[in-house]
């Protein structure tokens, strides 16, 4: 081959990385814009039915109700029994068609399940939502079908990062959270560009990103690392308990309630009987209590427990939200309790608990680790990486995601190939 040849041939390689940086670039901004624009709806519309529930706590005995809408919403659109989380993860590695129609489902659903008070977070619904819009946008400007899975990973970081003011995690975690042990590199531009859009649609619109500043980091000392190892035991074990009693749940509510009509409402009147024996500090996200336990370090002992049992009769019952935020609320407040029994500082303790038991229930410790910075600061993040690895390891494979692939062993090299538990 001569020098022209070769010449030619690099030029047009090279335009050819220009051109799909360029239009991945537009395609992600879109989307990041479209998701931020819609995530600020959503969290705003969340917030609003959470301030009204609190002031009207009488609504919490009417959640039977409001599962019942929801029931007849998915019913009616013909989105019963396969519209989900798992479903969006799913069609990455796959050429499964993402509805859009279940966009304002997910979103109508998770506001309701908040109204009356549900245990539920909003990231699934988040990932419900930016999944729709990815897929939507990919089919609109015709990417094919190997470009589709970027499209959807786009739309996920967007509306994550509009949720949640993380625009590193949102980007990581959507490339990490579909398969574990592989990461989408080629997705990495694109879904930075989209989280950091839909970052920047939030802040014009008035949210404030979520961080907390942590006032003791413990010292580099061998006693310390081997607490927060053991806070990493700890984590690893209470995420395995976690997502058994979200799987376990969902399998008796559909095995002796088959009508979902019956199901919500049977679910959602345990939730009432159980709020009405303990109060409402369970219900909703319980933003409040997290905030409490890293910013004072407080929480009461069996506040993890409790979160667990009401988060796992939510979402296995059929009410809709997420399961990441209950997540932070069982972490945080189960790092309190053991922050104060083996002599770790409460606060750091709390927030190494939130980012230990989120990694280990996702299977996703780079993004973990992003997500310990973006909150938290840089300060502490080797005591961070300690108790991020051991629970990601110790966590076997289970997962909050039964659509999440394990491709790779977690002790040894070996391609595996197997569905999370």
Known sequence: MDIKSVVKHDS?????????FFKWVLIAAVTGVIG?????????AIDYVTAFRMEHSFLVYLLPLG??????LYRVTK???HADTNLIISSVRTDEKIPILL??????????THLFGGSAGREGAALQLGGCIGSFIGRTVKLNEKEMPIAVMCGMSGLFCALFGTPLTAALFAMEVISVGIIYYSAFVPCLVSSLSAFGITYL?????????????????????????????GCALVSIVFCLALKWTHKLAAKYFKNEYLRVAVGGTAIALLTLLVGTRYSGTGGLVIFSAIESGEALPYDFALK???????????????EIIPTFFIGATFGVVVGSLIG?????????GLVSLFCAVVNCPIASLALSVELFGGAGIIFFGVSVAISYMLSGYYSLYSGQKIMYSKRRARFINKNAQ
């Open 12 to 20: 047009k390689r090279t335009s050819q990385y220009i051109l799909s």
């Open 36 to 44: 931020g624009g819609i995530g600020t709806a959503f969290r705003y």
């Open 67 to 72: 599962g019942m809408i929801i029931a007849f």
């Open 79 to 81: 989105l019963s029994g």
């Open 103 to 112: 966009a304002p489902v997910i979103f109508l659903s998770t506001v309701i």
């Open 205 to 233: 619109l008035g949210l404030s990103p979520m961080n907390f500043i942590l006032t003791e980091i413990p010292a580099m000392t061998l006693v310390n690392f081997l607490l927060i190892a053991v806070l990493g035991v």
């Open 308 to 322: 667990i049992i009401f988060t796992a009769l939510t979402i296995g019952f059929g009410y809709k939200g997420g």
């Open 344 to 352: 770790l500082p409460p606060q750091f303790a709390a927030a190494a």
